[in-house]
């Protein structure tokens, strides 16, 4: 095998391997809880990672046992995927970078607001079609009686470090001035018409917050963060792909050019 084919096969192993911890982001995010309820949000990391893998091995075969069409194949595939996968990014930094999150004074967790997020997230994840079925499945998932179990007083509770869905779904917005019974019980509002969601507020297990925007803005908050943390995986995966790719590319025009000096030189004896 010549020499160039040879670097080529090593670089398309070295392709391989970042396929891995872009499928494993994938599997993280799909198996994670608070993602069970966005179904389109779980698997199109894996589906990519998975495509990646396949074009690599391809590569790796075609240069292991010189097929010149499976390099070619291989080449043009890459640049393809990796033009898609920073699509991805960049859409998933634009959407994701307003924050609906702010501090409340004397509180461990922060409260959320729908409107500090992206026109997309809020069209594609929030809108009236999709909120009923993500609304049943957060309350199947028995996220707020859960937090009734863990702390058992309201300084446990003011100090405690929700998740945005615990904060937006599983009590009212602050601002409301709800006094605390416990955590998914609260009683008399001080500022009842400071948010619309303290109207909406019911201490009925199905129902508590889970029809408010703050809900929707925690779920939202939710999917910021834990795409927030994939993308450092995928960025990282990304550049060591491109300079593989790069190198690759020189490695395959070695190869061509070894082949006809080689068809050349045969001629001649």
Same mark, same amino acid.
């Given at each position: 095998?010549?020499?160039? &084919? &040879?670097?080529?096969?090593?670089?398309?192993?070295?392709?391989?391997?970042?396929?891995?911890?872009?499928?494993?982001? $994938?599997?993280?995010?799909?198996?994670?809880? !608070?993602?069970?309820?966005?179904?389109?949000?779980?698997?199109?990391?894996?589906?990519? $990672?998975?495509?990646?893998?396949?074009?690599? /091995?391809?590569?790796?075969?075609?240069?292991?046992?010189? #097929?010149?069409?499976?390099?070619?194949?291989?080449?043009? =595939?890459?640049?393809?995927?990796?033009? %898609?996968?920073?699509?991805?990014? %960049?859409?998933?930094?634009?959407?994701?970078?307003?924050? $609906?999150?702010?501090?409340?004074?004397? *509180?461990?967790? *922060?409260?959320? *607001?729908?409107?500090?997020?992206? !026109?997309?997230?809020?069209?594609?994840? +929030?809108? =009236?079609?999709?909120?009923?079925?993500?609304?049943? @499945?957060?309350?199947?998932?028995?996220?707020?009686? #859960?937090?009734?179990?863990?702390?058992?007083?309201? !300084?446990?509770?003011?100090?405690?470090? /929700? =998740?945005?869905?615990?904060?937006? @779904?599983?009590?009212?917005?602050?601002?409301? $001035?709800?006094?605390?019974?416990?955590?998914? +019980?609260?009683?008399?509002?001080?500022?009842?018409?400071?948010?619309? !969601?303290?109207?909406?507020?019911?201490?009925?297990?199905?129902?508590?917050?889970?029809?408010?925007?703050?809900? #929707?803005?925690?779920?939202?908050?939710? %999917?910021?963060?834990?795409? #927030?943390?994939? &993308?450092?995986?995928?960025?990282?995966?990304?550049?060591?792909?491109?300079?593989?790719?790069?190198?690759? @590319? @020189?490695?395959?025009?070695?190869?061509?050019?070894?082949?006809?000096? =080689?068809?050349?030189?045969?001629?001649?004896?």
């Amino acid at each position: 095998m010549a020499v160039s &084919n &040879n670097l080529i096969a090593i670089l398309n192993f070295i392709a391989l391997m970042c396929s891995i911890p872009i499928i494993s982001a $994938g599997i993280w995010l799909a198996s994670n809880h !608070d993602n069970q309820c966005i179904n389109w949000l779980r698997f199109p990391l894996i589906f990519i $990672g998975i495509i990646f893998f396949l074009v690599t /091995l391809s590569g790796f075969v075609g240069a292991y046992w010189n #097929k010149q069409g499976l390099l070619a194949f291989f080449l043009f =595939s890459m640049a393809f995927l990796i033009v %898609v996968l920073i699509i991805l990014l %960049v859409l998933a930094f634009v959407a994701a970078r307003p924050s $609906g999150a702010y501090d409340v004074q004397g *509180r461990g967790y *922060r409260d959320y *607001r729908l409107s500090g997020y992206s !026109d997309w997230l809020r069209n594609h994840v +929030t809108n =009236s079609d999709n909120w009923g079925s993500i609304r049943d @499945c957060i309350f199947d998932s028995k996220v707020c009686p #859960k937090l009734s179990q863990k702390y058992a007083s309201a !300084d446990q509770f003011y100090a405690a470090r /929700l =998740s945005p869905i615990q904060s937006g @779904c599983c009590k009212p917005p602050s601002v409301c $001035g709800f006094q605390y019974v416990n955590p998914v +019980t609260w009683v008399n509002p001080m500022n009842p018409v400071s948010d619309p !969601d303290c109207a909406i507020w019911n201490n009925e297990p199905n129902q508590l917050c889970y029809n408010c925007d703050s809900c #929707k803005a925690g779920l939202l908050g939710n %999917v910021r963060k834990e795409w #927030k943390k994939a &993308n450092v995986i995928v960025i990282i995966a990304v550049v060591v792909l491109i300079w593989v790719y790069l190198i690759a @590319c @020189c490695a395959y025009k070695n190869a061509q050019t070894e082949d006809l000096f =080689s068809r050349y030189k045969q001629g001649w004896t």
